[in-house]
């Protein structure tokens, strides 16, 4: 573990070669969300810088974070050959979401037009709303609460329990992660409502060592399919 400012200029700016396209694809898809829900908005430029940089900034935090508890947080920056991250990317991100998408289906079809549900699901009606704020839902969600908070989370609370573990590491190793899986997914199920919490706390779980395997490549694609599965049999099967 090192500090968040000893890194060098070459790693910073690889860094921010990341994190820009991040925050820009960010932007792009929100903007895209905004108007396939309301189709009489008009293109903002300064929500999009707004969440251009947001996002950007989110993103460039997030890799500092994990470069300071040693995440390796893209699958393709691993040191494996390309047929085994494509496989790791089937598995974590298209099987994974799939099996998500359709267990959420069977649990919740029954609750779809609750007038808890947020507006915004109950009122879908072509696949092109279903994909877009499935996409938009996968990629700000997954920086925020994955690549942002678990990192951060693991960081600090790796930093707090480093005298415990200089002592005797054995199970206590374990610690930091466990709680930084737990605290993020409680998070991401707080932001679902009381009527979703348990679906999303559940989801924040499986995703986070989605995101620890297959890093985030594999936890966007898991939870875009997760979604749109979900809401393309639960909002648009019927």
Known sequence: MFSLFSLNAGRTRHLLLWALPLGFLSALVLAFSEFSLNHR????LPDFFQNFWAYGGCALLAMLFAEGCGLKFFLMERAESWFR????LAVYGVLAGVAMG???H???????????????LR???TLSDAFILSLSAALTEEIVFRLLLFSSFLYTLGWLFRPILAMNAGLNRWIPLIFSIVFSALLFGYVHGVFGFLFAFGAGIWLCLIFLRGGLESAVLAHFLADFV???????GH
């Not at 908005?41 to 903002?44: E, G, L, P, V």
């Not at 979900?230 to 648009?236: C, I, V």
């Open 123 to 125: 009122s879908m009606e």
């Open 85 to 88: 991250k494509l496989g790791w």
């Open 41 to 44: 908005s008009q293109f903002s």
């Open 106 to 120: 069977r649990l919740f079809a029954a609750y779809r037009f609750s007038p808890r549900v947020p507006f915004r």
């Open 102 to 104: 359709l267990l959420y």
């Open 230 to 236: 979900f809401f393309s049999l639960t909002y648009l």
